[in-house]
């Protein structure tokens, strides 16, 4: 049975990055002996992964390395260490890269001590030259490097980046709830802030287009990051309730809620898989070359007509969206099924 190591250092602010963390966490604890690194991350992060607190190790990274070294040497089980899923995109600094550098030869030295480093759930986009060049070094000592859409695997080969396959994004080991629920909200938003000219206003005429006596819409956000940008939306709009939803704190009340909307609205791909996941339509608002990774995955799962492009939405286009249900569920299973595939045959 396979030994697993895994080190949580991520947005902590981001409970879409909480949810890759904890499928990714899941599946290993499905297939082998997995201990994980805990140390400083927030308790209220810690909470949505759901792990067993026997898998946890709170001791300095100094210890959980020397652990994981005396495992690959010592025992016959082969040792793996997941590094965490995620996007990868622009520009670093000089001295980011002196760190990135200094942590490829950290990773170089675990693989020559037999450990088998793994990447999957990532998403390579326009990287700048210094970000390239590191990840094309560092992915060349990866045992396993997948990436989640078709469109980051043309670009890793673009990039010289070694990459191994394409598996699922990890969301797609969620269940899935197309049950009749009460759809009480018709639409929600949820936004983060994008670099394209008149984003946020486009976005906010629509509302305005779309709120009407007989609907029911709301605005909210999943990253702490988002929080003003969407005060800023339900403010200059004509929604009647200005509350902005925080949703924050839980990925399982998360799920509960988007289960209540019809169509959820966003440029944050895991409000949309999450909301897809709680039987949601998922309308991706999008600026194709910023969103390449909503595209790709929404591509692979046959949603491409839920993508608009912000300077083509409207309420036409919008209400004219539909998705079948069982091709959905049929998508998540397949993901989960792949996924758990990947793991068996790690063993």
Not at 142 to 154: E, P, Q, T
Not at 176 to 182: A, E, K, P, R, V
Not at 207 to 215: D, G, L, M, Q
Not at 319 to 328: D, E, F, L, V
Request: glycine letters at 4%.
């Amino acid at each position: 049975m396979s030994i697993f190591f895994f080190k949580i250092k991520t947005q902590y602010e981001n409970l879409g990055d909480a949810l890759i963390n904890r499928e990714l966490i899941e599946l290993m604890s499905e297939s082998g002996e997995l201990l994980i690194n805990a140390n400083k991350v927030p308790r209220n992060f810690l909470t949505q992964l759901k792990v067993d607190s026997k898998r946890i190790s709170l001791l300095s990274s100094l210890s959980f390395y020397f652990k994981m070294l005396s495992k690959a040497i010592f025992s016959s089980a082969p040792v793996y260490l997941f590094l965490n899923p995620g996007g990868y995109g622009g520009e670093i600094s000089a001295v980011s890269f002196v760190k990135k550098y200094l942590m490829y030869c950290f990773l170089s030295f675990l693989s020559l001590c037999n450990v088998r480093i793994c990447h999957i759930g990532i998403s390579y986009t326009s990287l700048g030259n210094r970000h390239a060049a590191i990840l094309s070094r560092v992915t060349k000592r990866l045992f396993f490097n997948a990436v989640r859409d078709k469109i980051s695997w043309d670009y890793a080969q673009q990039s010289k980046l070694t990459v191994s396959k394409i598996l699922p994004d990890l969301a797609l080991n969620l269940p899935t709830d197309f049950s009749g629920h009460n759809r009480g909200t018709d639409y929600f938003f949820s936004f983060r802030n994008s670099k394209e000219p008149n984003f946020l206003t486009r976005v906010g005429e629509f509302i305005n287009e779309t709120v009407t006596e007989k609907s029911v819409s709301l605005v909210g956000y999943q990253v702490a990051f988002d929080k003003k940008t969407n005060e800023s939306l339900v403010n200059g709009s004509n929604i009647e309730n200005k509350q902005v939803i925080s949703l924050t704190l839980s990925l399982d009340d998360n799920v509960a809620f988007y289960s209540t909307c019809k169509y959820v609205l966003s440029n944050r791909l895991h409000v949309l898989l999450l909301a897809l996941s709680a039987g949601a339509i998922p309308v991706a608002v999008i600026n194709k070359k910023e969103n390449a990774k909503i595209v790709g995955i929404f591509d692979s799962l046959g949603l491409s007509h839920c993508l608009i492009e912000s300077s083509e939405l409207s309420f036409e286009k919008v209400n004219a969206i539909s998705i079948n249900a069982k091709q959905i569920e049929n998508k998540f299973s397949e993901s989960s099924q792949q996924l758990k595939q990947f793991f068996k045959e790690l063993n």
